[in-house]
């Protein structure tokens, strides 16, 4: 049976306006933390237990809340989220908290501040309700997962194999629908490494790092294919217009559908270093994420959320996608999950980005109807 309860979209945009105006890109550790805190507070409102998880590698700390529950230690529910934007402080100015028709805009509103409200507005609801869901709930906010998660892997792995699913409030996909498989992603760092003298006076004596580094961008974005995509989004080189540049750096990402494709574009990538014309240039593997293929687990934890999704009068249709989360480690690891859970919108990492006000309620009562029903009598 599926509780009947209120949400009304206007206490969610109440909630979700103080998450927007705490900007949180993930290399700004202070700011990350701010909105931790933002987090936590609403958590404990809610009655949860929460704690802070010291950070890593320079990057934040994250934050985890455990609710009530008579069956504490039994393998429940994980929601896993994270609070990092791609948004630098001060993209408020161009990209201000506003609503207009039927769109709330702002940064990290879709990806994934919404998706997280909606999942404690869900939560809330039970609550008022006095419901308790058949299993106890954990939700996990973390704090890199823009950047590939580097410091909270494991952190992300050790906690879902305590829990029997994993549900993830990331942007919905087109036509209400849900993420169940998520395509691999590779992460690289490049360096090109030259000769340094006089851009006037000797400029043939040097061997510029920066040149060096645009041929091999566009070798590199020669790599694509339909089945293995690879491109350079971040490049920096030089110091003084006067000097050759001695080096330049770049981070490139590659996405396969399949693991056998990431591989190869792998290879194809390493393949690259080597020493043209004086300069260095090298291509050192980063962050991974892995392939995240369906199993009957996640595909029958799909097909309960469809039966609850259908019973609230809306279709839930499935798919695999491009964009890597958090979902791909827990999901490759065998433990069913759900993603894109969130509210629907479009233009996440862009200054459009924004949520469609009506998906809020709607995703939050199937977000509740999940809780509600997951693990009852033993069925998914």
Request: hydrophobic share 40%; charged share 20%.
């Amino acid at each position: 049976m599926i509780p009947d309860l209120p949400f009304d979209a206007r206490d969610i945009l109440a909630t979700l306006e103080p998450w927007v105006l705490c900007e949180s890109p993930t290399h700004d550790t202070a700011a990350v933390n701010r909105m931790m805190g933002v987090a936590a507070r609403d958590l404990a409102l809610l009655g949860a237990t929460v704690e802070t998880i010291p950070g890593r590698m320079g990057l934040s700390d994250c934050v985890r809340a455990r609710f009530p529950h008579r069956d504490r230690d039994a393998p429940g529910i994980l929601v896993l989220g994270h609070l990092d934007t791609v948004h630098p402080v001060g993209t408020l100015g161009s990209l201000p908290w506003r609503i207009e028709g039927d769109r709330a805009y702002g940064p990290g509103i879709l990806d994934m501040k919404g998706g997280n409200v909606v999942a404690l507005a869900a939560i809330r609801a039970l609550a008022a309700a006095g419901i308790e869901t058949p299993l106890p709930v954990t939700v996990l906010f973390t704090g890199d997962e823009e950047v590939g998660s580097p410091s909270t892997r494991d952190l992300i792995e050790a906690e879902a194999a305590r829990h029997a699913f994993v549900l993830v409030p990331e942007p919905g996909q087109p036509e209400n629908g849900v993420v169940t498989g998520r395509y691999a992603i590779a992460r690289f760092e490049l360096e090109a490494l030259g000769r340094p003298s006089h851009a006037g006076a000797s400029p043939h004596e040097g061997r510029s790092a920066i040149r060096a580094m645009a041929r091999k961008i566009l070798a590199i974005d020669a790599l694509s294919d339909a089945d293995c995509t690879v491109s350079t989004g971040v490049v920096s080189g030089g110091q003084w217009v006067n000097c050759v540049p001695t080096v330049c750096r770049g981070q490139a990402l590659s996405m396969a559908k399949r693991q056998a494709d990431l591989d190869r574009g792998v290879a194809r990538m390493l393949a690259l270093s080597g020493e043209e014309d004086g300069v260095r240039f090298t291509v050192t593997r980063g962050v991974t994420r892995p392939v995240w293929e369906p199993d009957a687990g996640c595909m029958a934890l799909y097909e309960r959320a469809r039966a609850l999704s259908e019973a609230l009068g809306q279709p839930l249709p499935h798919r695999s996608a491009g964009g890597g989360s958090d979902g791909n480690f827990t999901g490759a690891n065998g433990i069913p999950t759900l993603d894109g859970l969130g509210p629907l919108g479009q233009g996440y990492h862009t200054l459009e980005e924004h949520v469609l006000i009506e998906s809020l309620p709607r995703r939050a009562r199937l977000f509740a109807a999940l809780l509600a029903s997951l693990g009852a009598a033993g069925r998914a």
